[in-house]
């Protein structure tokens, strides 16, 4: 144990001038760095002293060193670095003229301003800086000095969105800063008449009408349909703008000469088979064959057919609105002469005859009258009035009691001069019903196509009234009410016994009247289904609003169940009215 500790205390006097030793050349070495460092910073050579000075600090920290580092690094600009070791210097010593000195260069370094270097998309930008006691305004792009400290820098514009930042800056320190601010959308809609119209925006086929929030800007705008121009608009948007943009499309009038030659290709088959019943009445008992009766109804139909698309019957072009037109007038007058010389004649021959020159006559005045053919719609409304006036005319004539009663048959083994007066009674008969049934249309033609003109030409034909699709739909709805009416009195009716028909014909007799209850119920049905179809097409030719408008508050009364405590405290459900709306 002796042994060891006195090899260790060896060793440590051995080690100790060592050490003294290398200490020593340590001093001399950060000595010979200061001195390096001293003579370049009088030079002027500022970035090699730092480091030099630097180096000294590194071998043999010292409070010389320290400020000599912040000296360098004051005159090189990097203040916040000069302005830390300015105060590590004041640190250890706090007295003493190079004391002083740091505090006035720490003073000094704090009195330098930062600077907010502010761009931004778009120009002309208001800015507001505010924090540590400061508040500075100005437009951007620009500079700003600022005391050094934390602030919140915020920027804004007119019709843009604003945005702000919290950032600390140090002394003389640049800060750049960039905002690119969104502009406020704008409201776009776009609406078309037709409304159906395809709606391009910018190229992008949407949805029609157009409602949408978008970006400020210039925005093409293109619609197109069928049988209507084309029509493009630019429109320009500024921020928050809302703009409602109506495009109407020129209606271009397409030919009707297909109709029209359709048209008389249809007269041309009624006609012919007309002209088969001519040929036929000589013998009351019997009626042409299917054959017989196709081939006039085709052989009339081919010839007009040709003789329409190869004459001078039909032009190469007409508007629509015009074949639609005398489409009418042919049909109208054809009626009118067929139903006239049927009334008066009972004859076939005579109502082709009626029916030719009606037709005749009708082709001449839609011609003469082409110059006064009302709107596509009117068109419609008009034939409409003109075909249900010459339905409801044939069903008045049962309706009101009118028709014709069927002769009863001779019992079996009748005498001849029995079964003659039969015969005749027969002839006598049908006659009869021709006759009223011919008139009752004639007469309900005649009453429908006034009030159909009517309807067409006293109101102000600066406005297109109804559309044909209008038309139609209430058409359809008149004959749907007519149809409906007809089978619920049909199919509730009771025969002789008492007993419900189920659908089928009460006694054997059916077949050969027109029962006067059944044409009252398709009168009053086809009545009420005009007027409904009419009142629920209101809105049909209006377009709809693009925005739903809330519902308005309601205190219309509906049954439902109401909670109420009953007498034990239970919570039981009581029926009551409720109201319902926006509370």
């Not at 590590?88 to 006035?104: H, I, K, M, V």
């Amino acid at each position: 144990m002796r042994f060891l500790i006195g090899s260790l205390v060896g060793c440590l006097v051995l080690q100790a001038p060592a050490l003294a030793l290398e200490e020593r050349v340590g001093q001399e070495r950060a000595r010979d760095h200061y001195q390096a460092g001293v003579s370049l910073f009088e030079s002027g050579n500022k970035e090699q002293a730092l480091i030099e000075f630097q180096l000294a600090n590194e071998i043999a920290p010292k409070p010389e060193n320290v400020f000599m580092i912040a000296q360098c690094e004051y005159h090189l600009g990097k203040l916040v670095e000069a302005r830390a070791h300015y105060r590590a210097y004041l640190s250890t010593q706090p007295a003493g003229e190079l004391a002083d000195l740091a505090r006035l260069r720490i003073a000094a370094i704090n009195r330098r301003p930062g600077i907010f270097a502010i761009n931004t998309v778009p120009d002309d930008v208001s800015v507001r800086i505010e924090g540590e006691g400061t508040v500075v305004t100005g437009q951007a792009p620009n500079e700003f000095q600022v005391p050094h400290g934390h602030y919140r820098v915020m920027v804004s514009k007119p019709n843009f969105t604003s945005e702000s930042r919290d950032l600390a800056i140090e002394v003389a320190e640049t800060r750049p800063l960039f905002f690119k601010l969104e502009p406020i959308p704008a409201h776009l809609v776009v609406r078309t008449s037709p409304a159906n119209a395809a709606l391009f925006v910018r190229g992008n086929r949407t949805r029609n009408p157009y409602v949408q929030d978008v970006p400020p800007g210039t925005y093409e705008i293109y619609a197109e349909a069928t049988y209507y121009q084309p029509k493009r608009e630019a429109v320009t948007l500024a921020p928050g703008e809302v703009r409602e943009v109506e495009l109407p499309l020129t209606y271009v009038q397409r030919s009707g000469r297909p109709e029209l030659i359709g048209s008389w290709t249809g007269i041309g088959a009624i006609l012919g088979g007309l002209a088969v019943l001519t040929q036929t009445q000589t013998k009351p008992d019997s009626a042409p064959s299917g054959t017989i009766f196709g081939a006039g109804i085709l052989a009339g139909g081919l010839t007009l057919g040709v003789l329409s698309s190869t004459t001078r019957l039909v032009p190469d072009y007409i508007r629509d609105k015009l074949a639609l037109f005398r489409i009418g007038a042919m049909w109208t007058g054809g009626v009118e002469g067929a139903s006239l010389a049927m009334g008066l004649s009972h004859d076939w021959t005579y109502t082709l005859l009626g029916s030719t020159g009606g037709v005749a006559a009708g082709a001449v005045t839609g011609w003469w009258l082409d110059d006064r053919a009302p709107y596509y719609g009117r068109v419609a409304l008009v034939q409409s009035a003109a075909l249900f006036g010459m339905a409801a005319g044939a069903l008045l004539v049962p309706g009101t009691g009118s028709y014709p009663t069927y002769p009863t048959a001779p019992p079996p083994g009748a005498t001849q001069s029995a079964t003659n007066a039969y015969n005749g009674a027969v002839n006598a008969y049908n006659d009869d019903k021709k006759e009223r049934l011919a008139l009752g249309v004639l007469a309900g033609l005649n009453v429908g196509l006034l009030a159909g003109l009517g309807m067409a030409y006293l109101p102000d034909q600066s406005h297109y009234g109804p559309t044909w699709q209008r038309v139609l739909m209430v058409d359809l709805a008149g004959l749907a009410g007519g149809l409906i009416a007809s089978a619920v009195e049909y199919c509730t009716r009771k025969n002789s016994s008492g007993d419900y028909t189920h659908c089928a014909p009460a006694d054997s007799d059916t077949s050969n009247k027109l029962d006067a209850k059944t044409a009252r119920f398709a009168l009053g049905g086809t009545a009420f289904g005009l007027v409904a179809g009419w009142l629920l097409t209101t809105n049909f030719d209006h377009p709809g609003p693009s925005r739903q408008p809330q519902a308005p508050l309601s205190f219309l009364p509906w049954p439902g169940v109401v909670p109420v405590r009953s007498s034990t405290g239970a919570t039981a459900l009581a029926p009551g009215l409720l109201s319902q709306g926006r509370f």
